[in-house]
């Protein structure tokens, strides 16, 4: 990204948000629905994501509202009803860096699609709508067919590891979840997103 579309004022408030990883298995192994943003959204226009989400003031508070909220996105975006808030197995938890200017705490959950689930796009905040293997979808991405955001990539990574639906949410119930909180380093014009850990890499 460029250095001039960080924020260099007042730390903006993360909006509190929710994604939904939905699963089902196939003759191939385990796929994952995936939705396409609308291209002339300001905010990650174009990007292929989860489901999801802002959490609504309606939804309440807490835990409850991320899971009313990650429910509530699935069916507007990709027109998938029958998952229940308490069908929801958390996931991951993702904090935007305190440098951008549009910033997300966002609750990323698993669970199983109903059977015959197929999901529509809405045409609007969505326009494409596919179901895929997480290793196929991060292989178009780096052919540069798709774009992917950083959380993407990392959360279809890590469910790549699993060959089916049991054995990822087994892995998943009582997981500690720990925020990520990736931060920005800039280097002149540019700036990079890295991940807690990870050591810059040297400049040539």
Not at 20 to 33: A, I, K, M, Q, T
Not at 77 to 82: F, L, Y
Request: charged content about 25%; some cysteine.
């Amino acid at each position: 990204m460029k250095s001039e579309q960080l924020n260099d004022g007042p730390v903006a408030t993360p909006r509190l948000a929710a994604s939904l990883l939905l699963l089902r298995d196939s003759g191939d192994g385990l796929e994952l629905l995936m939705v396409r943003r609308n291209p002339a959204q300001r905010f990650m226009g174009g990007y292929w994501v989860f489901p999801g989400g802002a959490v609504d003031a309606h939804e309440g508070a807490g835990e409850v509202a991320h899971r009313a909220a990650a429910v509530r996105e699935l069916h507007e975006e990709a027109g998938v009803q029958g998952v229940s808030p308490s069908q929801l197995v958390k996931f991951s938890r993702w904090i935007t860096p305190e440098l951008l200017p549009i910033r997300f705490d966002t609750h990323f959950y698993l669970a199983r699609a109903p059977d015959g689930a197929q999901g529509c796009c809405d045409g609007h905040e969505c326009v494409d709508l596919r179901w895929d293997a997480p290793c196929t979808v991060l292989d178009a991405h780096h052919r540069g067919a798709l774009e992917l955001a950083l959380p993407t990539r990392r959360l279809l990574a890590q469910v790549s590891e699993f060959a089916n639906v049991h054995e990822l949410l087994h892995h998943a119930h009582g997981r500690e979840i720990v925020p990520v909180r990736p931060r920005v380093l800039r280097g002149g014009e540019v700036a990079r997103v890295v991940l807690p850990g990870e050591k810059p890499t040297p400049r040539s």
